[in-house]
């Protein structure tokens, strides 16, 4: 497989107000999307910091993954998403070479790209996400 | 402050080796450098991902700052790394908007890059490092 780019980078907050005012009026970035993905119980806003979107996630639902991992962890990088092509293939390869998987076939994600997470006991403890855009 | 984009990704690792094999031979990526920084008691192996680096590193001694955070946290994100211009000045207006400095001032980072650290405690829970090429 092939990693383009880092797509993005996923961060658990417990106030996407709050981050969105760290990102904006200190770090200098801007918000250009607040989108719910119901789903996956979030409420995400997006970043672009050059070619890597950075994605805050809020919890709607203390039971969902991002209510979960705060839970245990609190505020963090959640996940590491790569830009990939060939999202089927990929998720084939990895799997015949031991790499266990969450998704064993894309699903949507949001901005309405193809996504599938990899499980990060295979990937050093870092929760990794492969995107592609649709056709 | 402007981001231009992002410097690099920091995930701590137990081993270089078995981590290196995962981004290489799974993940598809090439390691094209290992530098050890004594200052910091870490072997660091880089890669590229588009604009972006992933440092992986391996602690070189318990008591040092990856030594301890796998204890605590294990395998993970470690931090953070944005590509700015204008470090210090960065530092002083972060600093004057309520952002607690890791360093006051810029140091040397792996590759020769100038660096500070802004406290996880005001980036929400993200270790967040400023990264300026010198001059």
Chains 1, 2 share one sequence.
Do not use: W
Request: glycine fraction near 8%; proline fraction near 4%; include cysteine.
């Amino acid at each position: 497989m092939k990693i383009k780019h880092i797509e993005h980078i996923g961060i658990a907050v417990r106030s996407l107000e709050s981050a969105i005012k760290l990102y904006e009026s200190k770090l200098g970035l801007k918000c250009y999307a607040i989108e719910e993905v119901p789903d996956q119980k979030v409420r995400t806003a997006f970043f672009m910091a050059g070619q890597t979107k950075i994605e805050l996630l809020e919890s709607t639902d203390p039971e969902g993954p991002i209510g979960k991992f705060l839970e245990k962890k609190g505020e963090g990088v959640h996940h590491i998403a790569f830009a990939t092509e060939g999202l089927q293939e990929n998720l084939d390869e990895l799997s015949q070479k031991g790499i266990r998987l969450i998704d064993n076939n894309p699903r949507k994600g949001a901005e309405g790209l193809n996504i599938a997470f990899l499980h990060p006991r295979d990937t050093m403890g870092v929760l990794t996400e492969l995107c592609e855009k649709p056709e």
